[in-house]
């Protein structure tokens, strides 16, 4: 993948995350999320979704069989991915700051 598509790849999973978590904040399925304490738990799905990202975990589902697939990257891997998952988590905040505060 080139830069231009991992950094289109890095704003859409940005942006997604940050509407998933307003869209979680107004639901009443998790009532702990207000406008007052959404910070922390911002954090820490911002997070999650970084480290996945970063790492590679990744997932198909063939409807045929009806299999569910789920690559899990090796542990050199990981620590490869590493680097990227500060990035991923970097842009994720900007995308955040750009998409909900402003």
Do not use: C, W
Not at 34 to 42: I, L, P, R
Not at 70 to 92: A, E, N
């Amino acid at each position: 993948m080139d830069n231009v598509a991992l950094t289109l790849n890095q704003a859409i999973i940005g942006a997604f995350s940050s509407h998933v978590i307003e869209f979680l904040k107004n639901t009443k399925l998790f009532p702990f999320l207000t406008a007052e304490s959404s910070g922390q738990y911002k954090r820490y799905f911002s997070v999650l979704i970084a480290f996945i990202t970063a790492i590679g975990l990744t997932y198909s589902f063939e409807a045929t069989t009806r299999n569910l697939i789920i690559h899990i990257p090796t542990f050199q891997d990981i620590l490869h991915g590493s680097y990227d998952f500060l990035k991923v988590l970097m842009f994720q905040q900007m995308t955040y700051k750009v998409t909900i505060k402003e």
